[in-house]
T-cell receptor, first 115, second 113 residues
């Protein structure tokens, strides 16, 4: 049973436009959320995170929004660049009250930014 | 430039053979994770160590998989015997608890024929 879901396997966006990647979770006990980016033949790299006490976190072109009531978070990339083309994973943590820093990952969304 | 290293990067083996994958976590990190990437499940957590002690290996098929940390600079994941369904990319990640961010290695692509 997937506790973290990324329902869009792929997304195609024009360069310069906004990319919006979505993630849903089922367990309201999650209290920390992260986005990772993965290029082919490389490991995932940490991109941005958000704590459940916030509803928005911004880092340059990347902004993560959290809607706790809907159990939904999204990653906005503005403006999108061809170098952003990668697989994006959503991850969540906190089920064990912080006893561990184990992450639950979604299945990923492949973003293609067209020049 | 501190990074997680994994060896080998690629491994092709025949069904029934033993496979050992190695990981060197970032110096100073006290948590190590093993993941398997599949198309259907994304990144599945196989095992998790903190301060070299195994905390969670519930994601691992116990009959054939084993994970150890002989010392703070080496983590191993062993499959014996290997099966074609084990073909996947295996990632090691390290971190510093209780910080949630994890740093991933480049992965080992395993093909079992």
């Amino acid at each position: 049973d997937q506790q973290v879901k990324q329902n869009s396997p792929s997304l195609s966006v024009q360069e310069g436009r906004i990319s919006i990647l979505n993630c849903d979770y089922t367990n309201s006990m999650f209290d920390y959320f992260l986005w990772y980016k993965k290029y082919p033949a490389e490991g995932p790299t940490f991109l941005i995170s958000i704590s459940s006490i916030k509803d928005k976190n911004e880092d340059g072109r990347f902004t993560v929004f959290l809607n706790k009531s809907a159990k939904h978070l999204s990653l906005h990339i503005v403006p999108s660049q061809p170098g952003d083309s990668a697989v994006y994973f959503c991850a969540a943590s906190g089920l064990d009250g912080g006893a561990t820093n184990k992450l639950i990952f979604g299945t990923g969304t492949l973003l293609a930014v067209q020049p | 430039d501190a990074r997680v290293t994994q060896t080998p990067r690629h491994k092709v083996t025949e069904m029934g053979q033993e496979v050992t994958m190695r990981c060197q976590p970032i110096l100073g990190h006290n948590t190590v994770f093993w993941y398997r990437q599949t198309m259907m499940q994304g990144l599945e957590l196989l095992a998790y160590f903190r301060n070299r002690a195994p905390l969670d290996d519930s994601g691992m098929p116990k009959d054939r998989f084993s994970a150890e940390m002989p010392d703070a600079t080496l983590a191993t994941l062993k499959i014996q015997p290997s099966e074609p369904r084990d073909s996947a990319v295996y990632f090691c990640a390290s971190g510093w608890g209780p910080i949630y961010e994890q740093y991933f290695g480049p992965g080992t692509r395993l093909t079992v024929t």
